[in-house]
């Protein structure tokens, strides 16, 4: 799933990056006029924000994909080894997390109020 999105972005990347310049400035923010952050325009900001986001979604799916093929590799091994395969998935799952939970729950819905 991380590697679409990835993907989807990069292929969009005009979109995704003025999709995050309309969120980050607030513009038609009906509700939430005034913010105790910020709201941005700056087109800089949002290419930065957009090459974090890509970068997160890139590395959460390719340590998952990693780890994916590491447990199927080690699935008729000592439980050992199939645990210690784990490790990458683990990592790119915290990745996502971080990503969908943190940047887009936590910033882009709450800070910005999306």
Request: net charge negative; aromatic share 12%.
């Amino acid at each position: 799933m991380a590697l679409i999105y990835v993907m989807q972005n990069l292929a969009n990347i005009d979109a995704a990056h003025q999709a995050l310049v309309y969120v980050m400035s607030g513009t038609d923010q009906a509700v939430y006029q005034n913010t105790f952050a910020f709201y941005s325009d700056n087109a800089l900001l949002a290419w930065s924000a957009l090459i974090v986001i890509c970068s997160c979604e890139l590395a959460a799916g390719g340590l998952m994909l990693k780890g994916a093929l590491d447990m199927w590799k080690n699935r008729s091994g000592a439980s050992s080894d199939f645990s210690a395969s784990m490790k990458l998935a683990q990592i790119g799952a915290s990745i996502g997390v971080f990503v969908w939970l943190g940047l887009f729950g936590v910033l882009g819905a709450a800070l910005f109020q999306v």
